[in-house]
């Protein structure tokens, strides 16, 4: 069996060291193949073209155009190791003969690198960067990426997500640090253990506290009030203007009839007239005092429509309301 094995082997070995030619021409038309997709600007199909040939060679001039697709795509951090690592083959011919450029990409990478300072609680909660997945809370160590804006985000089970657009510039770190706030409690309340507020006699709970308690309105409709109040208002002015017109003029007539026949008593000419104008006298006196009477009416409607104006719940509060209290009134504003 170790004998079959150690054939196999010695087989491989004289196919690798027989085939580097083929091995070269290989990588060349890979690497030709993948500068064509990258000048056709077909990014993405050129850098799987690079990998391949990479993997296939592990040749750093292969690993090399890796790093100059990856800047393209504006993915300087992965550009930056990768040209760090060709840079690392440094008993490689071609790294020797081009090592200033390998040198100055490289350079122009970290001119484009941004670095993320990340840190925060709960431990365990999930870090993305542009929606890609980069690691979780705590991070080993600073993010590398392109410079620009970002979109961090950070989440965790039973807790609010942290969301924010962090920018990064080239030369300075950027440090955030997250503290994810805990979802709200969505179980039921307990029920409550406190004693019920109880009020003294003559007030009332209201939002867990005690007020004044109001003369209640008793069914009265809230149209109401507002009818007593114009109605009573219009009657009380009817009544006082008719009535004091009503004295104006009887006081007129009386006048012109003390002007005309001479004062009392009358002589007989004016017997007749005097009887005459003494009932229309008596008729304006009766007519003044229902007017009196009406205006009177008029001012308690009124005033009883206010009262119970003041009483009909409405959606504001009134800024001025009155109520009994044990021992007299009181007013709330």
């Known amino acids: 069996m170790r004998s079959s094995r150690l054939l196999a082997w010695l087989v491989l070995a004289g196919v690798a060291l027989h085939a580097p030619g ?3 021409q290989g990588l060349d038309a890979m690497l ?3 500068r064509e997709l990258r000048r056709q600007r077909q990014l993405e199909e050129a850098l799987t073209v690079f990998r391949e040939a990479f993997e296939t060679s592990v040749d750093p001039r292969a690993l090399a155009e890796v790093a100059a697709t990856e800047g393209a795509l504006d993915r300087w951090g992965d550009a930056e190791d990768h040209y760090r690592e060709a840079l690392g083959a440094a008993d490689d011919a071609w790294v020797r003969e081009h090592r200033g450029e390998l040198e100055r990409a490289l350079d122009e990478a970290r001119n484009h690198i941004g670095v993320l300072e990340l840190s925060g609680t ?3 909660a999930t870090v993305s960067l542009d929606h890609h997945r980069v690691g979780t809370l705590p991070l080993p160590q600073p993010l590398r990426v392109s410079t620009g804006a970002h979109l961090l985000e950070v989440t965790a089970p039973g807790h609010l997500s942290f969301v924010r657009q962090v920018m990064l510039n080239p030369g300075t770190p950027t440090r955030e640090t997250v503290a994810l706030r805990r979802e709200f409690d969505t179980s039921p309340p307990a029920a409550s253990t406190t004693q019920p507020t109880v009020c003294p006699p003559g007030l009332d709970l209201r939002n867990g506290l005690c007020y004044p308690r109001y003369l209640p309105t008793g069914g009265v409709p809230p149209a ?3 009818w007593l109040v114009g109605g009573g208002a219009a009657l009380a002015g009817v009544g006082i203007l008719g009535a004091t017109l009503l004295w104006v003029s009887g006081n007129a007539i009386e006048d012109a009839f003390l002007q005309a026949c001479g004062g009392r008593p009358a002589p007989p000419s004016c017997l007749a007239r005097w009887r005459d104008d003494q009932d229309f006298l008596d008729g304006r006196a009766l007519g003044a005092n229902l007017l ?3 205006a009177v009416l008029g001012t308690a409607a009124a005033v009883t429509g206010a009262v119970l104006w003041s009483r009909v719940p409405s959606r504001e509060q ?7 209290v044990p021992g007299g009134v009181a007013l709330r504003w």
Not at 318 to 324: D, E, K, Q, Y
């Open 22 to 24: 083929a091995r070269a």
């Open 32 to 34: 030709h193949r993948g």
């Open 122 to 124: 709960p431990f365990g």
């Open 224 to 226: 109401l009030p507002r």
């Open 292 to 294: 009196w009477v009406a």
């Open 318 to 324: 009134p800024r001025v309301a009155w109520s009994l």
